[in-house]
């Protein structure tokens, strides 16, 4: 997206200046003039050129204040930093928290394009976030590639995948890798529906089974495994784990020999997917259009595959999660694919 929107900026003849870490340049003041050669060779790589965070928020930017951390609004400063810079306009890349903030610096002058950024793909508004692709094929390459112990060992083997409120990836990978029971948040799980999946594909002659699930599926009636609590970020809660918790349970339930795997951030690293790259190039060109024709307040976003915008506030308004009635789900169960919460 970077690569995307400076070079059709500078197409246009525009400066173009890049922010260093997000929010946490903005409020310190660090910019650096992009030229044709530092968004030159971005296409292969994952991350950002320009560094990012995910703790800085201007409206509850953490501050040590007496030995205590304490969440101050220092919007001003960086609107001052803004205007300092002589931006006449901020693409700006983010999820939703990112983007929330985003609404408000708009409402409090700041000229805001946003662009939906999230492996997760549960932003609101846009029927797909870039990154989200390259995950599913890395987590798809892992299923793949855990079928050779499950099988060999007639082992279940689970794989965790990210996912914290919605079950996209593990959704999309679990079909792509062919995974016996998904398990996402949307659906909460009862080890014995879990089991009895694993009974019955023993039963058919197959002594293995791959789970996959999100590290945000939860039991029914119970919460997901929180791995710790990030206390300057603004979304402190960090999820993971759930695949040892299931593994623990399974274990006995099933009566077989379980392993988990847990994938994190292996996912968000590395070269981007085809599909990716030319979202990319699609959102960062659309993002410098709607600036040029000075639509700002709106983020991006892509409807049916053709691309579109919204207001600021959508993605803001909770996260877009997998409709328990997807069609994907109803194909998967179709084909004998578990969710957890059969019987
Ligand atoms: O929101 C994207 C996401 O990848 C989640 O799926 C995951 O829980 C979280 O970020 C991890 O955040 P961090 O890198 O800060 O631990």
Redesign the pocket.
């Known amino acids: 997206v970077i690569r995307a929107v400076a070079k059709t900026a500078m197409m246009r003849g525009w400066d173009v200046i890049g922010v260093e870490d997000g929010y946490e340049g903005l409020i310190r003041g660090r910019f650096r003039r992009l030229g044709p050669a530092d968004v030159s060779g971005l296409l292969t790589l994952g991350g950002t050129i320009l560094g990012t965070s ?1 703790t800085a928020d201007p409206y509850r930017y953490a501050q040590v204040r007496s030995g205590r951390v304490v969440l101050a609004d220092v919007s001003r400063r960086l609107l001052r930093n803004a205007r300092g810079a002589g931006l006449d306009a901020l693409i700006l890349i983010g ?1 939703d928290g990112t983007l929330a903030s985003a609404a408000k610096l708009q409402r409090d002058g700041l000229p805001v394009v946003g662009v939906p950024k ?3 793909n549960d932003l609101r508004g846009t029927d797909v976030t870039f990154g989200f692709d390259t995950a599913v094929g890395i987590a798809t390459e892992a299923i793949d590639r855990l079928h050779t112990t499950a099988q060999s060992h007639h082992r279940i083997m689970i794989v965790e995948v ?3 409120r919605a079950g996209w990836i593990a959704l999309y990978s679990g079909v792509a890798g062919g995974g016996d029971v998904i398990l996402i948040p949307e659906v909460p799980y009862r080890i014995e529906a879990i089991a009895a999946k694993v009974r019955e594909r023993r039963r058919r002659g197959k002594l293995f089974s791959l789970v996959v699930t999100a ?1 945000g599926a939860k039991p029914v009636g119970g919460r997901p495994v929180i791995r710790k609590l ?1 206390a300057r970020s603004a979304d402190p809660v ?2 993971g784990g759930v695949g040892f918790v299931l593994a623990e349970a399974l274990e006995k339930a099933a009566g077989a020999e379980t392993r988990a795997v847990v994938l994190g ?1 292996v996912q ?1 690293g590395g070269t981007p997917s085809a599909a990716d790259r030319i979202l990319a190039t699609r959102l960062g060109d659309e993002a410098v259009r709607l600036a040029a024709e000075g639509s700002f307040g709106r983020m991006v976003a892509v409807r049916g595959g053709d691309l579109t915008s919204v207001p600021l506030e959508v993605p803001g308004q909770g996260p877009r999660l997998v409709p328990v009635d997807h069609p994907l789900i109803a194909a998967a169960r179709r084909i004998g694919t578990g969710f957890g919460d059969e019987g």
Do not use: A
Request: charged share 35%.
């Open positions: 995910n999820g999230t492996i997760d990210m996912g914290r590290e990030v960090r999820l951030h968000r």
